[in-house]
């Protein structure tokens, strides 16, 4: 549910899901200075705060607000006009939820767009690909999204320079990409946390991937399925000729990766962070991203626990 909480007369909102243990709970908004709550716990509603105790917890129960946005395709269209006449239509800023219609991709799109605003997305699945949707039902969605599961999801932070000595920056919500331009096959130097570790991987690319994009580009790439909670990245080689047995590497998530383009002008190489690509790269620096998050709602009956271990078990 929604539960309007205040820390010493400053209006807090979160949204507070069912678990085996008491309940969960995740920011849909945090006035900022404010300890960061992990939990609350039922009965006596107390917070376990990190930096220090709370005080004068006030509990209200609204339901939230709905903001309906949509795919540009029929079916997404149509299902955002059908939901808000059922619902009702909240301007953008002022919603508790944003309901996205369509598939992953356009997830992809409102989780960057709606990147730290403090607002939850629930998404149900209009389009082709729907991993991080939920399934499309109009009947009790209010209900849904209160009993719904928060889950964090933390991008990367993408840093390039290219070969005229251009520097960009992006985040990347699934994965930092690096992929050869031309026929040519990359050369790539990988150092981690100011250590090189691999001196030359000759390949058609390579990835460092969230947990939240473990199953996209790096499962189609044969790397590993990350559990969302798991403190870890997965370095993934795509197609890798030499070393030709290298399958890539789980790394902490707290680590800087680095990518060095050998012989650029040769073999040109492209950086993509999820729908930014830089062309013509020298260097690619990837990390964590620190200072951005944004809040996933998935339904109870199908967490993102479960799509993970299904998603293990297919063929």
């Given at each position: 549910?929604?539960?309007?909480?205040?820390?010493?007369?400053?209006?807090?909102?979160?949204?507070?899901?069912?678990?085996?243990?008491?309940?969960?709970?995740?920011?849909v908004a945090r006035p900022p200075?404010?300890?960061?709550?992990?939990?609350?716990?039922?009965?006596?509603?107390?917070?376990?705060?990190?930096?220090?105790?709370?005080?004068?917890?006030?509990?209200?129960?609204?339901?939230?607000?709905?903001?309906?946005?949509?795919?540009?395709?029929?079916?997404?269209?149509?299902?955002?006009?059908?939901?808000?006449?059922?619902?009702?239509?909240?301007?953008?800023?002022?919603?508790?939820v944003i309901v996205a219609l369509?598939?992953?991709?356009?997830?992809?799109?409102?989780?960057?767009?709606?990147?730290?605003?403090?607002?939850?997305?629930?998404?149900?699945?209009?389009?082709?690909?729907?991993?991080?949707?939920?399934?499309?039902?109009?009947t009790d969605l209010r209900e849904?999204?209160?009993?719904?599961?928060?889950?964090?999801?933390?991008?990367?932070?993408?840093?390039?320079?290219?070969?005229?000595?251009?520097?960009?920056?992006?985040?990347?919500?699934?994965?930092?990409?690096?992929?050869?331009?031309?026929?040519?096959?990359?050369?790539?130097?990988?150092?981690?946390?100011?250590?090189?570790?691999?001196?030359?991987?000759?390949?058609?690319?390579?990835?460092?991937?969230?947990?939240?994009?473990?199953?996209?580009?790096?499962?189609?790439?044969?790397?590993?399925?990350?559990?969302?909670?798991?403190?870890?990245?997965?370095?993934?080689?795509?197609?890798?000729?030499?070393?030709?047995?290298?399958?890539?590497?789980?790394?902490?998530?707290?680590?800087?990766?680095?990518?060095?383009?050998?012989?650029?002008?040769?073999?040109?190489?492209?950086?993509?962070?999820?729908?930014?690509?830089?062309?013509?790269?020298?260097?690619?620096?990837?990390?964590?991203?620190?200072?951005?998050?944004?809040?996933?709602?998935?339904?109870?009956?199908?967490?993102?626990?479960?799509?993970?271990?299904?998603?293990?078990?297919?063929?």
């Amino acid at each position: 549910m929604l539960y309007q909480l205040s820390y010493k007369g400053t209006p807090v909102r979160y949204h507070i899901s069912p678990a085996s243990k008491g309940v969960r709970a995740a920011f849909v908004a945090r006035p900022p200075a404010l300890p960061d709550a992990r939990r609350v716990l039922t009965g006596s509603l107390r917070a376990i705060a990190v930096s220090r105790p709370w005080r004068e917890i006030e509990v209200s129960g609204n339901p939230p607000s709905l903001a309906f946005i949509s795919a540009d395709t029929p079916d997404a269209r149509e299902a955002a006009s059908r939901l808000s006449s059922l619902y009702g239509q909240e301007r953008l800023e002022d919603a508790d939820v944003i309901v996205a219609l369509g598939g992953d991709g356009f997830m992809l799109q409102t989780l960057h767009k709606m990147m730290s605003s403090g607002r939850s997305i629930y998404g149900m699945n209009r389009g082709t690909i729907g991993f991080l949707m939920n399934e499309y039902h109009e009947t009790d969605l209010r209900e849904r999204i209160e009993d719904a599961v928060a889950e964090t999801i933390r991008p990367l932070h993408m840093h390039t320079v290219d070969t005229d000595g251009n520097t960009t920056d992006a985040l990347a919500i699934n994965e930092v990409s690096l992929l050869r331009q031309s026929y040519q096959a990359a050369k790539i130097r990988i150092t981690i946390d100011g250590k090189v570790r691999l001196d030359e991987l000759i390949c058609d690319g390579v990835m460092v991937a969230t947990p939240a994009g473990s199953t996209a580009y790096n499962l189609s790439a044969q790397g590993p399925i990350l559990p969302l909670e798991a403190p870890l990245l997965a370095l993934t080689p795509v197609s890798a000729f030499r070393p030709r047995r290298w399958r890539g590497a789980l790394i902490p998530n707290r680590s800087t990766v680095r990518f060095d383009v050998l012989e650029p002008q040769k073999r040109p190489v492209n950086a993509v962070a999820d729908h930014t690509e830089i062309k013509s790269v020298v260097s690619v620096t990837v990390r964590e991203a620190h200072d951005a998050t944004a809040t996933l709602l998935f339904d109870a009956s199908h967490s993102w626990d479960e799509r993970i271990l299904s998603e293990q078990f297919r063929y």
